[in-house]
């Protein structure tokens, strides 16, 4: 039964604070063969602190006190090998009342895929938190878009010339915010995307109008629009977002530098030669 053991058991030698005897699994979870773990003392199969700021070799003598008082004791511990990366282990003590000095039985179960588990359902908790945040916040926003666009159809009615025109510029703007705002409420599973017939082009030619003024001084922000794109089957602010990362991400990839950042569609044929050479 001890060598057969799926978790790693270990005999310390309390007077000597010293392992003794170790099964294979102990080998294999340190991967280690039994001449290198026989010269290794056992304060090098741990990190000088825990995960909690406690010294490990502090908290070792604790745990094995508490152990020798209660018969036995159970706790999470970071391990360390010369062959691996630092994983975590569950730890099981049991004194063995023999002579002045007792041994106790280590049982060390290997829990890396607990933790990663454990830490991945904790960062979904965490992104539906924020999903739901982000939805209440864009759900008040769009109300306010609602309102600012009923006003600013009311200015449009008493308002002529050139601040008409401006009208109309921010009527864009509070329509692309009305975008974002229902890409919000998509992902945060507060509203549904809407999949219909686009022109990329049309699409291209309003983000770039509308990051012309942001992007950095002594950068040229372009577009080259083929005629022969056909409509394309997609969500407008998904798209609009992903024209507006690239133009972002390009503008921050040449700094200072002057230049031009070209935005082009078009539409190719990707043959077996074209997607080789890219």
């Not at 009342?97 to 007792?102: E, N, Q, R, S, W």
């Not at 179960?109 to 454990?118: A, G, H, L, P, V």
């Not at 602010?237 to 503008?251: K, W």
Request: negative net charge; contains cysteine; hydrophobic residues 45%.
């Amino acid at each position: 039964m001890f060598e057969r053991s799926a978790d790693a058991i270990l005999l310390l030698d309390t007077a000597t604070n010293l392992f003794v005897e170790y099964n294979q699994a102990t080998l294999d979870m340190l991967r280690c063969t039994r001449e290198e773990l026989s010269a290794l003392h056992p304060s090098v199969l741990s990190p000088p602190r825990q995960p909690d700021g406690r010294e490990s070799f502090e908290k070792a003598n604790e745990m094995i006190a508490i152990a020798v008082r209660t018969g036995s004791h159970r706790f999470e511990w970071e391990h360390r090998s010369p062959h691996r990366d630092d994983f975590p282990v569950e730890v099981l003590l049991t004194p063995l009342p023999l002579g002045t000095a007792p041994m106790i039985v280590v049982v060390w179960r290997d829990i890396t895929e607990r933790k990663r588990s454990e830490e991945a359902l904790r960062q979904t908790q965490k992104l539906e938190s924020v999903g739901v945040l982000a939805g209440g916040i864009a759900h008040d926003f769009n109300n306010l878009l609602t309102a600012i666009l009923g006003h600013l159809h009311l200015a449009r009615v008493e308002v002529t010339g050139r601040a008409a025109a401006h009208l109309d510029t921010m009527e864009h703007a509070v329509l692309r915010a009305a975008d974002l705002t229902r890409q919000m409420l998509a992902y945060s599973g507060r509203g549904q995307f809407a999949i219909e017939a686009i022109d990329l082009c049309h699409v291209v030619k309003e983000m770039v109008d509308l990051f012309g003024v942001s992007v950095p001084k002594g950068v040229t922000l372009v577009c080259e629009l083929d005629e022969d794109v056909p409509l394309i089957d997609a969500d407008r602010a998904q798209t609009q977002q992903v024209i507006m990362n690239m133009i972002t991400n390009a503008g921050e990839a040449m700094g200072q530098g002057a230049g031009t950042i070209a935005v082009r569609v078009r539409r190719v044929v990707l043959d077996e030669q074209t997607l080789r050479a890219h």
